[in-house]
Nanobody, 130 residues
């Protein structure tokens, strides 16, 4: 059983919306955080949002703040990323990952490297056309 399974994504016009899902298994969900990352062509993978599943605390990087919303459904052990007002520069492969809350916050915000994470979803492509 794969720890993180993603769904959602696809093609949308600029200004549109998409929702990504990340379903977790085999982890103590409430003790962990889930983060969303993305990797655009030719660029490094970057963190964009995270949520502490236990207390619901959320955080975002400036590139998505005010447009994206991360949320956690603890009963379903699933984290969502609602993406609104999408821009062509949001085009990327999106990944979810899990870690303990302090580590996830540090990684999403860039204080620790992304390759410190070792549990990832399979990735899903989001393409925003202009």
């Amino acid at each position: 059983e794969v720890p993180l399974v993603q769904s959602g994504g696809g093609l949308v016009q600029a200004g549109g919306s998409l929702r990504l899902s990340c379903a977790a298994s085999r982890i103590p969900f409430d003790d962990y955080a889930i983060g969303w990352f993305r990797q655009a062509p030719g660029k490094e993978r970057e963190g964009i949002a995270g949520v502490n599943n236990g207390d619901g605390r959320t955080y975002y990087t400036d590139s998505v703040k005010g447009r994206f919303t991360i949320s956690s459904d603890n009963a379903k052990k699933t984290v969502y990323l609602q993406m609104n007002s999408l821009k062509p520069e949001d085009t990327a492969v999106y990944y979810c990952a899990t870690a303990l809350p302090p580590a996830m916050h540090a990684i999403v915000t860039g204080d620790l490297p992304v390759d410190a994470l070792d549990t990832w979803g399979q990735g899903t492509l989001v393409t925003v056309s202009s």
